[in-house]
């Protein structure tokens, strides 16, 4: 008969679930790593502003692979405003600079193999510019420095 066990367990907590979707919602909150406004809009259309120049998203990667980034998303406008651009990096590794026509818009990103680790990968976008609608319009007092509006991320691959 035995009474009791020897020794250390060797059972771990499972890793994290991979990161798919982000919505840009309150239950993607996690994600938000930094520069993010909080959600934003009618239910249904939630969206989080891009708050600075450099927003970050902290998301969890289980095997490394060649994936794509794809995002919908629309840049602050304003009268006369200059195209908007934003340069995508996963952990340092710039994926380009992407053109930001006017309004909502699917964005997409090749991130190679090569970029990814397993655990917490940073996903940073960082914008030509960041505006705040004070500055642009009397009837908007939001100080705030604006970039683009994100309604969601996929990472696919």
């Given at each position: 008969?035995?009474?009791?066990?020897?020794?250390?367990?060797?059972?771990?907590?499972?890793?994290?679930?991979?990161?798919?979707?982000?919505?840009?919602?309150?239950?993607?909150?996690?994600?938000a790593a930094s520069?993010?406004?909080?959600?934003?809009?009618?239910?249904?259309?939630?969206?989080?502003?891009?708050?600075?120049?450099?927003?970050?998203?902290?998301?969890?990667?289980?095997?490394?692979?060649?994936?794509?980034?794809?995002?919908?998303?629309?840049?602050?406008?304003?009268?006369?405003?200059?195209?908007?651009?934003?340069?995508?990096?996963?952990?340092?590794?710039?994926?380009?600079?992407?053109?930001?026509?006017?309004?909502?818009?699917?964005?997409?990103?090749?991130?190679?193999?090569?970029?990814?680790?397993?655990?917490?990968?940073?996903?940073?976008?960082?914008?030509?510019?960041?505006?705040?609608?004070?500055?642009?319009?009397?009837?908007?007092?939001?100080?705030?420095?604006?970039?683009?509006?994100?309604?969601?991320?996929?990472?696919?691959?």
């Amino acid at each position: 008969m035995m009474i009791g066990v020897i020794g250390t367990s060797t059972l771990r907590a499972p890793p994290p679930p991979e990161t798919r979707f982000v919505a840009f919602d309150a239950r993607s909150k996690a994600a938000a790593a930094s520069g993010w406004s909080s959600p934003e809009g009618p239910r249904g259309a939630r969206f989080a502003w891009c708050a600075a120049r450099s927003c970050k998203l902290a998301l969890n990667v289980i095997e490394r692979s060649d994936r794509v980034i794809a995002f919908k998303a629309a840049p602050f406008a304003f009268p006369n405003a200059p195209m908007q651009f934003v340069k995508v990096s996963v952990n340092k590794t710039s994926l380009g600079w992407l053109a930001m026509p006017p309004g909502f818009s699917i964005l997409e990103a090749a991130a190679p193999k090569a970029a990814w680790r397993r655990g917490t990968n940073i996903v940073t976008f960082e914008f030509a510019y960041a505006e705040a609608p004070k500055n642009h319009a009397e009837e908007n007092p939001d100080p705030r420095p604006l970039a683009a509006a994100f309604l969601w991320l996929v990472i696919s691959g």
